[in-house]
């Protein structure tokens, strides 16, 4: 030790540098440990989903339970004829559990608080409560059993909106949409928009195409679980709406709220044996036309000239499950390229 303690004294510089290299390793040695450690807590590697006790992997998933338009007779779609793009789909999709789409009396305070609404609700009945703000010039209507929320604003612009321009395009609509369901908490964080109306008037009842000459405008949003759209029956796929004023104020938000989980992915089928089943008449008709009317003469032949993924929320097995959603025209003996939607459900 005094050997190593008189090199040292006599050789200065080496040491300093002897001494950096000890240190960075060191240091080196410190963050692997707690990396690695980290890793095992989950905190820096991808967590593993805790999967409902019930749930046995690899066990089967109900078949989703598909309505066929009102409107149809049968569900054949005649002679088919693809005209399809070429596509691209993921192999497998994870299998949600869904929670169901109710939402307890803190869960909805705590959206209330998120809109600046901090004061007791009302309560109505045991599934419905009304929170007002103090000047009552915004209300957050819950109901518990559903799920269902529909927030109003009437107040003036204020301070804080100073940031917003008049809306001129559907960029600017675009804009305030998204900033607003950014601000949301506890909810918008899975919605994208999907159809954008432009109104006239003081009901939302008039559609025009000039947005420079509205009044209003409508949006209605779709919710995405991992960047494929979540549809519902009867070809729709709105889980939200927003109504906002040329100032870019958002006056009216309506919104689902549901839970759900992720399980476990299932293989799909390819988008060639998908064709051979819609060819074989296994997919449902959910849409034809506006859905309205009855007793639509059988289908001479189908057009489809688009195919997506989705998942599909039937209400009914509790299950989000991927679906192929072939859209085209149809005619019969007494229409002729009439809009036509098709689920296909997709699990192997």
Same mark, same amino acid.
């Given at each position: 030790?005094?050997?190593?303690?008189?090199?040292?004294?006599?050789?200065?510089?080496?040491?300093?540098?002897?001494?950096?290299?000890?240190?960075? *390793?060191?240091?080196?040695? *410190? +963050?692997?440990?707690?990396?690695?450690?980290?890793?095992?807590?989950?905190?820096?590697?991808?967590?593993?989903?805790?999967?409902?006790?019930?749930?046995?992997?690899?066990?089967?998933?109900?078949?989703?339970?598909?309505?066929?338009?009102?409107? =149809?007779?049968?569900?054949?779609?005649?002679? $088919?004829?693809?005209?399809?793009?070429?596509?691209?789909?993921?192999?497998?999709?994870?299998?949600?559990?869904?929670?169901?789409?109710?939402?307890?009396?803190?869960?909805?305070?705590?959206?209330?608080?998120?809109?600046?609404?901090?004061?007791?609700?009302?309560?109505?009945?045991?599934?419905?409560?009304?929170?007002?703000?103090?000047?009552?010039?915004?209300?957050?209507?819950?109901?518990?059993?559903?799920?269902?929320?529909?927030?109003?604003?009437?107040?003036?612009?204020?301070?804080?909106?100073?940031?917003?321009?008049?809306?001129?395009?559907?960029?600017?609509?675009?804009?305030?949409?998204?900033?607003?369901?950014?601000?949301?908490?506890?909810?918008?964080?899975?919605?994208?928009?999907?159809?954008?109306?432009?109104?006239?008037?003081?009901?939302?009842?008039?559609?025009?195409?000039?947005?420079?000459?509205?009044?209003?405008?409508? =949006?209605?949003?779709?919710?995405?679980?991992?960047?494929?759209?979540?549809?519902?029956?009867?070809?729709?796929?709105?889980?939200?709406?927003? *109504?906002?004023?040329?100032?870019?104020?958002?006056?009216?938000?309506?919104? $689902?709220?549901?839970?759900?989980?992720?399980?476990?992915?299932?293989?799909?089928?390819?988008?060639?044996?998908?064709?051979?089943?819609?060819?074989?008449?296994?997919?449902?008709? $959910?849409?034809? +036309?506006?859905?309205?009317?009855?007793?639509?003469?059988?289908?001479?032949?189908?057009?489809?000239?688009? $195919?997506?993924?989705?998942?599909?929320?039937?209400?009914?097995?509790g299950f989000l499950v991927p679906i192929f959603v072939f859209t085209g025209t149809s005619n019969s003996t007494t229409t002729t390229n009439v809009p036509i939607t098709t689920y296909l459900p997709a699990m192997r």
């Amino acid at each position: 030790m005094t050997k190593i303690f008189y090199f040292l004294l006599i050789h200065k510089k080496t040491s300093l540098f002897l001494i950096f290299i000890l240190f960075v *390793i060191t240091a080196s040695l *410190i +963050g692997m440990s707690v990396r690695n450690k980290r890793d095992n807590q989950g905190i820096l590697a991808t967590p593993t989903p805790v999967l409902p006790s019930n749930f046995v992997p690899g066990s089967k998933i109900p078949t989703p339970v598909i309505k066929r338009a009102p409107s =149809l007779q049968t569900n054949k779609l005649g002679t $088919v004829i693809f005209s399809l793009p070429t596509v691209s789909f993921p192999a497998d999709l994870t299998i949600y559990k869904t929670e169901g789409s109710g939402i307890d009396q803190t869960q909805a305070q705590n959206i209330a608080n998120s809109f600046s609404i901090n004061i007791t609700p009302q309560t109505i009945n045991p599934n419905l409560y009304v929170w007002n703000s103090e000047d009552r010039m915004k209300s957050l209507t819950v109901y518990l059993d559903s799920g269902l929320l529909i927030y109003t604003n009437a107040q003036a612009r204020g301070k804080e909106d100073a940031s917003i321009v008049s809306i001129k395009s559907d960029d600017d609509i675009k804009k305030v949409t998204n900033d607003f369901l950014q601000k949301q908490r506890y909810l918008g964080k899975n919605l994208v928009i999907n159809k954008i109306l432009y109104h006239r008037g003081e009901e939302q009842s008039s559609t025009i195409r000039d947005p420079s000459s509205a009044t209003s405008f409508e =949006l209605t949003l779709k919710r995405v679980l991992n960047n494929v759209p979540l549809f519902y029956q009867y070809g729709t796929s709105s889980s939200a709406s927003i *109504i906002m004023d040329t100032l870019g104020m958002v006056r009216r938000f309506s919104y $689902v709220f549901i839970s759900y989980q992720g399980l476990e992915k299932r293989l799909l089928l390819s988008i060639e044996e998908a064709e051979r089943k819609i060819q074989n008449g296994e997919g449902i008709i $959910v849409s034809y +036309g506006d859905n309205q009317g009855a007793n639509i003469p059988p289908l001479l032949s189908t057009n489809i000239n688009s $195919v997506s993924i989705a998942y599909l929320d039937d209400r009914t097995t509790g299950f989000l499950v991927p679906i192929f959603v072939f859209t085209g025209t149809s005619n019969s003996t007494t229409t002729t390229n009439v809009p036509i939607t098709t689920y296909l459900p997709a699990m192997r």
